[in-house]
C-alpha cells in the first residue's frame, strides 16, 4: 500500500499540487479567522473543478464548482461583517439545530447514495455520497462561523480517507489526512476565540 501510495504522490501534476497546497492553506487561514481564506478556497477549487472533469468525475467536478460559489459567499460575507460593528462571531449552534443538520444529512444520503448504487455509479455508494453530502453542507456552517464545524469536517475529512483508500486515491489519502490534522488545529483556535469573546471582563 505504501509503494501505492508513493506512487500517486509522485504522479500528481503540478496543477494538482498547487491547489492542495491552496487547500492548505484555506484551512490554515480559516483557523486564524482570516478573510484571505476564501479566495485561496476559490483558486483551489476552481483548478479541481477542472482537472475532475477533465478526469471524467463530474460529480466531483460538480461539488468543487459548489465550493466556489460558497468560497465567493463567505468572503463576501466576512468581509461586509469586518467592515460594519456587527463582525459576524463564532457561535455555538444548540443541540435541536445539530439534529436538524444530521437528520438532513443523512437522509440526502441515504437517497443519493441508494440512487448511485442502483446505477452502480460508485465503488462504495453511501460513503461516496456522505461525503459529498456533509461537506456541501458543512461549508454552510464554515461559511456562517458555526464553532462545531470543525468537529464535522473531521469526521469528513477522515471518513474521506477510508473512501479514498478503498477507491485507490492515494495521494488523497495523504492530503485528506492533513486536513484532518488541520481540521483539529482548527477547532482548538476557534473554540478558544470562543472562550475569549465570551469570558465576562471584570474591573
Known amino acids: 500500500m505504501w509503494d501505492a501510495m508513493?506512487?500517486?504522490l509522485m504522479a500528481l501534476s503540478g496543477w494538482e499540487v498547487f491547489a492542495a497546497l491552496l487547500g492548505v492553506g484555506y484551512i490554515v487561514f480559516a483557523a486564524r479567522e482570516s478573510q484571505w481564506c476564501w479566495p485561496m478556497a476559490f483558486i483551489s477549487t476552481l483548478i479541481y473543478t477542472l482537472l475532475f472533469w477533465e478526469g471524467q468525475l463530474p460529480m466531483q467536478a460538480l461539488l468543487n464548482f459548489y465550493y466556489m460559489g460558497m468560497?465567493?459567499?463567505g468572503y463576501l460575507l466576512w468581509r461586509q461583517h469586518k467592515k460594519s460593528e456587527n463582525d459576524i462571531a463564532i457561535h455555538s449552534w444548540p443541540l435541536s439545530y445539530h439534529l436538524a443538520f444530521l437528520i438532513t444529512g443523512s437522509l440526502l444520503t441515504w437517497l443519493i447514495g441508494h440512487y448511485l448504487d442502483s446505477i452502480e455509479a460508485s465503488q462504495n455508494p453511501y460513503?461516496?455520497?456522505?461525503v459529498t453530502v456533509f461537506s456541501v453542507l458543512n461549508t454552510w456552517l464554515m461559511a456562517r462561523k458555526v464553532l462545531q464545524n470543525w468537529l464535522y469536517w473531521i469526521?469528513?475529512?477522515a471518513a474521506a480517507v477510508m473512501l479514498y483508500l478503498e477507491t485507490g486515491f492515494y495521494a488523497t489519502v495523504a492530503l485528506f489526512s492533513l486536513y484532518t490534522v488541520l481540521?483539529?488545529?482548527?477547532?482548538?483556535?476557534w473554540i478558544r476565540l470562543y472562550r475569549q469573546r465570551h469570558t465576562p471582563s471584570f474591573g
Open 6 to 8: 508513493l506512487q500517486g
Open 71 to 73: 468560497a465567493i459567499y
Open 127 to 130: 460513503l461516496d455520497a456522505g
Open 155 to 157: 469526521i469528513i475529512d
Open 183 to 189: 481540521a483539529t488545529v482548527g477547532f482548538i483556535n
